[in-house]
Every structure is written in structure tokens, then in C-alpha cells.
């Protein structure tokens, strides 16, 4: 059984920062590209930062120079570190893994952590 297990969000004022983590058991393995992923009231899951097993890393632009994410292998585990918060940062953020395999993505979701920024 695969399990995502998120921790670390919370309430933050603006400017601060907040460091997600997602612990990944099961069958997930390092071959995993693993990624935050964030939602908002009223608006689609949008990709915020993901990192492959080599460490190659893809962030979206709202959040380049400011959210940094990393993964240790060892631990199954991968972070997000988030500095320099807005209120528009405010959402539930998942974790996810997903691998290609035979040309089918399987895909792992967490149960999301709510970030919330707001003095």
C-alpha cells in the first residue's frame, strides 16, 4: 500500500516562511518523480515544484527564486522549503509521485497540508 504523508503547513504571515515535508511508504521508490502540487478555493490543482529521482527540478514562475524543493532518497522523502510567502501562496498543497511505466503514468497523491498567509 502507497502512502503520502505531508506535514508542515500552517498559518504564516506574509514574508515568513513554512517548510513542507511528504514522507512516501510503500512501493514508491527513488525512480519516482515526486512534486508539490497546490489548490486554492475556486481554482484548478496547479503544479508548484517537482524534482526527479536525478534532481532535476521544474518550479512554476509564481514561485522561482522563492520555494525551493528537494528530496532525500534514502527517506522517501521530499521537501518544500517556502520563503518569502504572499497571501495568493494561500492554499491546501499536495505531494505527489508518479513513474511512467509500459507508456501508463501511475500516480500517488497526498491528503494536502493547508498553507494559509495572512496577517
Known amino acids: 500500500q502507497v502512502q503520502l504523508v505531508e506535514s508542515g503547513g500552517g498559518l504564516v504571515q506574509p514574508g515568513g516562511s513554512l517548510r513542507l515535508s511528504c514522507a512516501a511508504s510503500?512501493?514508491?521508490?527513488?525512480?519516482?518523480?515526486m512534486g508539490w502540487y497546490r489548490q486554492a478555493p475556486g481554482t484548478q490543482r496547479e503544479l508548484v515544484a517537482s524534482?526527479?529521482?536525478?534532481?532535476?527540478?521544474n518550479d512554476a514562475v509564481s514561485v522561482k527564486g522563492r520555494f525551493t524543493i528537494s528530496r532525500d532518497n534514502a527517506k522517501n522523502t521530499v521537501y518544500l522549503q517556502m520563503d518569502s510567502l504572499k497571501p495568493e501562496d494561500t492554499a491546501v498543497y499536495y505531494c505527489?509521485?508518479?513513474?511512467?511505466?509500459?507508456?501508463?503514468?501511475?500516480?500517488?497523491w497526498g491528503q494536502g497540508t493547508q498553507v494559509t498567509v495572512s496577517s
Open positions: 505527489n509521485a508518479f513513474r511512467i511505466v509500459f507508456g501508463t503514468r501511475i500516480n500517488y
Open positions: 510503500g512501493s514508491i521508490d527513488r525512480f519516482y518523480t
Open positions: 524534482i526527479t529521482s536525478g534532481g532535476m527540478t
